[in-house]
């Protein structure tokens, strides 16, 4: 049955891979981040708190309701928050949290404005202004090597300008990287791998692809680990 499965799959264009957002996988490297911390929230990110359960976990996003939902879903009991988008410098910013027929869709909220497919569905948006903090601010305050995931809709690049310090704690970094203009303005990848070498982080794996269906996919964006070289 499962060769019957992998030859239709071929057939069709398209092999099965494993998924790699489990704790298992992540724990395979050998990681023991003194502390975790997710950028970019929304719901949270269960499979990278089952994977380090002994970690402190600190939580940053712009929309205060994501620590909330954080913990009406269970995901952490403990965890310290910090409601702010984050950049290269500190200051205000306008969020866009976007609507469509289907309501509110907090998880694509963005400093940035959306070029992509996905506009032509929002129906409006809300804008709120946010404060803006480097993550070197906040991490200061946190001791130990570090693990980080980054997906702050297109301002990843921005976050890590604002972390020169904080990278070079990371044991890895978990980052959505954009391989379209899916936002005005969004960083080029090249820009983002030049700046996680420069702190001696490179590009180990692809966790996760972003890309619609069909023989003719092309890949939006894609969650990317990068580690050490040398560990």
């Known amino acids: 049955m499962l060769q019957d499965l992998r030859r239709t799959l071929k057939s069709e264009g398209m092999v099965a891979h494993p998924i790699k957002t489990r704790p298992p996988y992540l724990r395979g490297y050998g990681f023991a981040p003194d502390v975790v911390m997710d950028v970019g929230v929304d719901n949270g990110t269960p499979w ?7 970690a402190r976990f600190v939580l940053i996003d712009p929309q205060p309701a994501s620590a909330e939902r954080v913990r009406d ?4 009991e403990e965890f310290h928050f910090h409601a702010s988008a984050l ?3 500190e200051g205000k910013a306008t969020l866009m949290v976007p609507h469509s027929d289907k309501g509110e869709h907090p998880a694509m909220a963005s400093l940035l404005r959306r070029t992509d497919q996905r506009a032509k569905s929002f129906t409006k948006l809300d804008k709120h202004y946010v404060p803006v903090r480097k993550l070197d601010d906040i991490a200061v305050a946190y001791s130990g ?6 997906d702050t809709e297109g301002s ?22 954009s ?3 899916r936002f005005a303005g ?12 420069d702190a001696g982080l490179e590009w180990r794996d692809v966790l996760h692809v972003g890309a619609p269906a069909g023989k003719k996919a092309r890949p939006r964006y894609m969650d990317v680990l990068f580690t050490r070289w040398v560990s």
């Not at 990278?48 to 002994?54: A, D, G, I, K, V």
């Not at 969004?186 to 996680?196: F, R, T």
């Open 48 to 54: 990278l708190y089952r994977s380090f359960p002994q």
């Open 73 to 76: 879903k269970g995901h952490l």
């Open 87 to 89: 950049g290269a410098q």
């Open 145 to 150: 090597n570090l693990g980080l995931k980054i």
């Open 156 to 177: 990843e690049l921005e976050v890590l300008k604002g972390a020169t310090e904080t990278l070079k704690r990371c044991e890895f970094v978990i980052l959505e990287m």
């Open 179 to 181: 391989l379209t203009q």
């Open 186 to 197: 969004v960083g080029m990848p090249s820009e983002v791998v030049a700046i996680l070498a």
